[in-house]
Nanobody, 126 residues
Framework: QVQLVESGGGSVQAGGSLRLSCVASAWPYSYRCMAWFRQAPGKEREGVASSYTGGSSTHYVDSVKGRFTISQDNAKRTVYLQMNSLKPEDTAMYYC???????????????????WGQGAQVAVAS
């Protein structure tokens, strides 16, 4: 079992920045995918950013490309989501996730994510 704990959420004005952190209780080598998802009120959870094997491959949803960056520090068992130029439509609960994934896995697939954090609220005011 892996526990994930997010932090760094908060309220900002449009155009501002936040950095979310997610600390894992363990990080087995086989957990090759890490990702951030978000869910706004009344909307489905969507994948925001994903990373394969320490950042060798990353993917972003179109709406955050050029503004958000996913990164990780393996020594600290921590994955980050740097969010710049925030917009009101970025307001949501943000979740980090991980799970066992095969070599060459498609980290955009939700099937790779068995473990989820409790979420961090991000609110962007216009």
């Amino acid at each position: 079992q892996v526990q994930l704990v997010e932090s760094g959420g908060g309220s900002v004005q449009a155009g501002g920045s936040l950095r979310l952190s997610c600390v894992a209780s363990a990080w087995p080598y086989s957990y090759r995918c890490m990702a951030w998802f978000r869910q706004a009120p009344g909307k489905e959870r969507e994948g925001v950013a994903s990373s394969y094997t320490g950042g060798s491959s990353t993917h972003y949803v179109d709406s955050v490309k050029g503004r958000f960056t996913i990164s990780q520090d393996n020594a600290k068992r921590t994955v980050y989501l740097q969010m710049n130029s925030l917009k009101p439509e970025d307001t949501a609960m943000y979740y980090c996730a991980t799970g066992r994934a095969s070599v060459g896995a498609d980290c955009t697939s939700r099937s790779n994510y068995a473990y989820w954090g409790q979420g961090a609220q991000v609110a962007v005011a216009s």
